[in-house]
């Protein structure tokens, strides 16, 4: 019994910020009482008219956007390199690769970014561009695991060797088995750059210049304000984390779903 | 088919980097029709030797002719042969008659006449009807008969076969071990299985060829192979044994632990160290106490399966291993003079 008693009290612990978060955006007041009262949407709808929240979604997505082509463009190859590789060396390079988001946080990313492009020579901070190139930095890391990952469990190199022997050219592996075996890895790999990268705050904090403020940043502002407003925009970010982790969620079950069970082993 | 053998492979070598495993100087000629069983323990090269004829790996050494062409330096794309791999890589995200009509799309045949000869090709492997389903919702043995229609579909030169048989539970494997020798058969196509299975070997081949340590120990029809193996391990790599250490001490007799043992006539010299073989299923509970072999015996083990039992009985100052279907107590033994085998000491 009492393990389960741990889970209810550590859901509890969860859901309770995010429930009062709910119960505020739709409250009406909220002065020094347990819950706020009265029912509206307007925070919402003040949400949407706002300028700078509308300039800061419009960023978010930008970035979210650019990071994910990047990942599919650089990394894609990458984690392939990666996976057919026999040189230990480019293993451990990867595994560092790997480890690179815990060892290096995005606050120290941000001062170096700052230290470099706030010379003379690269005067490039406050660029969106900036933004971007330091969210590949962090989020690669996460799409490359993804994508490897699921190479090794497709056992894509055998795959590849089917093909090979059944009479395919290199281009026709890549377009028939390659691509589509690895569609949804590659789906799944973006939702999890796609979500960390909407709701990162630290580096794009020190980073985004006034105009292209992302949308966490933009939202640390709002709690100076009116709790319902804050409430409201913060539910707006969850929303999209939520949509996020269950699209992944599901994309992934497709993905073993996919897998066969002689590869299971 | 040519009068040439299907497969020849001529002192093929190939080692991996550090050279502690590989292959050394193979020579294995399959004839059209013929299935031939590789079989040895885990790291022994088998699979090595099947990429070496599929040009997975290159040869270091010596030279693969496929349908008479020679095709060691081909690529792997070029040689046309039909391969069933151990996890079987049927591509996740086509379906199971996409999957068998691939080696023919890369070929450029139209998309109906594909559909036609894969579903012809399912038929054969038994699987019609099964067309439009994925590869994870096929069970195991289904997945492997979609890999074989594949693997024949664009009528290859060779069929390969790596382990098809060791991710199938038991009462499948023997269903479908039946059913690739009837499909190979009646595809008639040189064909080589690799195992580590005895069974599956001895019942499935034409010829067996026994691997140790990257070399090629024995090939021989499986009976050939289990009455006259070439030495101890293939004796004992094939079926169950008792090997004997002894001294000549006459030209029809060998002093052993167990006793004297009466053989059939040999010409090794007086005194030579001898290795003897003696299948279990050759040694028989003996009602009489004297005689030709006849030993006194003590049961130290005695296993019961229903049809036979394995006993381990303590003989003189040895061990001996019967098979029989003798019910009831077991005091004295009998080996039949012809059931003695001198095998090459090492």
């Known amino acids: ?265 | 088919m040519t009068e040439m053998p299907s497969v020849r492979v001529e002192g093929a070598s190939f080692s991996y980097p550090g050279g502690k495993a590989g292959v050394f100087d193979i020579t294995i000629d399959i004839a059209p029709g013929e299935l031939v069983v590789c079989i040895g323990p885990s790291g022994c090269g088998k699979t090595t030797l099947l990429k070496l004829i599929t040009g997975l790996l290159p040869c270091s050494a010596g030279r693969v002719w496929l349908g008479g062409e020679d095709v060691t330096t081909a690529s792997v794309r070029s040689r046309q042969c039909g391969i069933v791999f151990q996890s079987y890589a049927l591509f996740p995200h086509m379906s199971v008659w996409e999957n068998v009509a691939y080696p023919l799309r890369v070929r450029a045949v139209d998309r109906t006449e594909r559909r036609r000869q894969a579903e012809a090709m399912l038929d054969t492997v038994g699987l019609r009807g099964y067309s439009e389903r994925l590869p994870a919702a096929l069970s195991g043995g289904q997945q492997q008969r979609v890999a074989l229609a594949r693997a024949l579909v664009f009528k290859p030169r060779t069929l390969l076969l790596d382990e098809p048989l060791s991710a199938l539970d038991a009462a499948t494997r023997i269903s479908m071990r039946d059913e690739i020798r009837r499909i190979q058969k009646q595809q008639n196509i040189a064909s080589l299985l690799i195992t580590h299975d005895r069974d599956e070997a001895l019942s499935l081949a034409d010829r067996v060829a026994v691997l140790r340590d990257g070399r090629l120990v024995q090939i021989a029809p499986p009976q050939e192979l289990y009455d006259r193996p070439a030495d101890a391990f293939v004796a004992s790599f094939i079926g169950r044994t008792n090997l004997i250490d002894g001294r000549v001490v006459a030209p029809d007799a060998v002093d052993t632990a167990i006793g004297r043992i009466v053989t059939p006539a040999h010409a090794m010299p007086m005194g030579a160290a001898v290795r003897l073989l003696v299948r279990p299923e050759r040694i028989e509970p003996s009602s009489t106490e004297t005689g030709e072999n006849v030993f006194a015996a003590t049961v130290v083990h005695d296993r019961f399966f229903g049809a036979s039992r394995e006993i381990e009985l303590s003989v003189g100052q040895g061990m001996l291993k019967i098979d029989t279907t003798v019910r009831g107590t077991i005091a004295h033994v009998h080996l039949p003079r012809q059931a003695v085998q001198f095998l090459p000491t090492h």
């Open chain 1, 1 to 265: 019994m009492i393990p389960r008693w741990i889970t209810v009290a550590y859901f509890l612990y969860l859901a309770s910020p995010i429930a009062l978060l709910f119960i505020g955006s739709f409250g009406d007041l909220w002065l020094n009482s347990l819950l706020p009262t009265g029912i509206t949407v307007k925070w919402y709808l003040d949400v949407a008219a706002d300028p700078n929240f509308r300039r800061a979604f419009m960023a978010s997505l930008f970035v979210a956007v650019m990071t994910s082509v990047a990942c599919v463009a650089i990394g894609l190859p990458l984690a392939y390199a990666v996976f057919r590789t026999q040189s230990q060396r480019v293993r451990a390079a990867a595994r560092v690769l790997y480890q690179l988001p815990v060892a290096m946080p995005a606050l120290v990313l941000a001062f170096g970014f700052i230290l470099v492009f706030s010379s003379d020579t690269l005067p490039w901070l406050g660029s969106i561009w900036l933004l971007v190139a330091g969210h590949i930095v962090l989020w690669l890391p996460y799409f490359l695991q993804t994508v490897v990952a699921d190479m090794q469990r497709l056992g894509l190199r055998v795959l590849e060797d089917a093909a090979e022997t059944l009479g395919s050219t290199p281009l026709q592996r890549f377009f028939h088995i390659v691509l589509p075996a690895l569609r949804l890895s590659v789906l799944s790999g973006l939702i999890i750059v796609v979500a960390l990268s909407i709701g990162e705050f630290q580096f794009s904090n020190l980073i985004a210049g006034f105009l292209n403020r992302t949308y966490p940043v933009v939202l640390l502002q709002a709690f100076y304000g009116a709790t319902g407003f804050a409430c409201a925009a913060t539910v707006i970010l969850l929303t999209l984390a939520l949509i996020a982790s269950f699209t992944g969620a599901f994309v992934a079950r497709g993905a073993a779903r996919l897998s066969v069970a002689g590869d299971e082993r």
